[in-house]
């Protein structure tokens, strides 16, 4: 058995996380006896997007696709890659 360190979080987040502890369990949901299991990667993959890769063009501090006909969906996630700037 490991003993336990030094507790690193302020006083008010753990009354928060002691609060969520302490709130009842869900109940179980209601699914029809006919239901399929599916596995959540299963899930996940119906719900995500299929990445895209997009060339772009900084101005003004925002980045701008290069292809005027690309439309990304309103609050995309997006990675830039940048090479070093001189």
Do not use: F, W, Y
Not at 54 to 68: K, M, Q, S, Y
């Amino acid at each position: 058995m490991t003993t336990p360190g030094v507790d690193p979080r302020s006083p008010g987040r753990r009354a928060q996380d002691e609060r969520i502890a302490a709130e009842p369990q869900l109940a179980p949901l209601e699914l029809p006896s006919d239901t399929v299991p599916s596995s959540v990667e299963a899930h996940l993959g119906r719900l995500r997007r299929r990445p895209v890769a997009v060339a772009g063009i900084v101005e003004n501090g925002l980045v701008r696709p290069l292809d005027p006909t690309v439309k990304l969906p309103e609050r995309s996630r997006v990675i830039i890659v940048a090479s070093e700037g001189t």
